[in-house]
């Protein structure tokens, strides 16, 4: 499904220990699904839908590898990630996104992860994603690390800043990235797990935002950021 690169790993061989594995996401219809998909694999410890509660479980459980989310509310993933960094330094950190944005992708690497994968990834592929970073190494997409390397290389301390960007909101950002890709709006909402009524609303607030008047504006703007 995904084209996450993974050198060939079987974490639930019977020799190998079960990771412990902490579940960050604001939406409990997937967090069940991940658990189930990765039960053979890993021991999943415990799981948070905030940031608060993130910190306050990871700190307490003290998990191998964290899957985080990049978009919630309070701060999203790059919040759970500096808060925990300094004082639980030996966890590692696994975001696990339904965004491929460069800004999303850049943004957590710089604030600690180790990996960065999006939601399409196969649960092989993520288990074996898990044990990789739990082993120290990185793992991204090719498409990801293109992004990291081209950031880092150009300009290693340099901020990824857009004053229209910085405008709306995580959840804007993915509504508008569907959008330019010519989803409809219920098959957004499905994707991220929303109304559709959701949908109508965050549209409205990203045309008043960036003021224009229609979704082909805001498909050749995101076109032109490199955000589809």
Same mark, same amino acid.
């Given at each position: ?7 060939? %790993? =079987? ?20 967090? #069940? &699904?991940?658990?189930?998909?990765? &039960?053979? $694999?890993?021991? @999943?410890?415990?799981?948070?839908? *905030?940031?608060? +509660? #993130? %910190? ?5 459980t003290e998990p191998d590898v964290v899957l985080l989310d990049v ?26 996104? @339904?965004?491929?944005? /460069? ?6 690497? !710089?604030? &600690?992860?180790?990996?960065? %994968? ?6 092989? =592929?993520?288990? #074996? #994603? ?13 498409r990801l690390a293109g992004f990291v390397l081209d950031a880092f ?7 990824? /800043? ?11 950002? +993915?509504?508008? !990235?569907?959008? /330019?890709?010519?989803?409809a709006y219920k098959e957004i909402a499905r994707e991220l797990y929303?109304?559709?009524? *959701? @949908? +109508? *609303? $965050? ?19 995101? /076109? ?5």
């Amino acid at each position: 499904m995904a084209e996450q690169s993974t050198r060939p %790993v =079987e974490p639930n061989d019977a020799g190998a220990e079960r990771l412990r594995v902490f579940l960050v996401d604001d939406h409990a219809m997937f967090r #069940a &699904g991940v658990r189930a998909e990765l &039960g053979a $694999h890993v021991e @999943v410890v415990g799981e948070a839908s *905030t940031v608060a +509660e #993130a %910190v306050s479980r990871i700190a307490a459980t003290e998990p191998d590898v964290v899957l985080l989310d990049v978009h919630m509310p309070d701060g999203g993933g790059r919040a759970v990630l500096e808060a925990m960094r300094r004082s639980h330094p030996q966890v590692r950190f696994l975001a696990l996104s @339904v965004s491929d944005a /460069a800004e999303d992708v850049i943004g957590l690497i !710089r604030a &600690g992860a180790r990996g960065y %994968v999006t939601k399409t990834i196969s649960p092989d =592929e993520l288990a #074996a #994603a898990i044990r990789r970073v739990a082993d120290g190494d990185a793992v991204f997409s090719p498409r990801l690390a293109g992004f990291v390397l081209d950031a880092f290389a150009a300009r290693p301390d340099a901020p990824v /800043a857009d004053p229209e960007l910085d405008q709306l909101t995580n959840r804007e950002r +993915e509504v508008l !990235r569907l959008l /330019a890709r010519g989803y409809a709006y219920k098959e957004i909402a499905r994707e991220l797990y929303i109304s559709i009524k *959701t @949908v +109508e *609303t $965050h549209v409205s607030n990203v045309l008043r935002k960036l003021q224009m008047s229609n979704r082909y504006e805001l498909s050749r703007w995101a /076109a032109d950021r490199r955000l589809v």
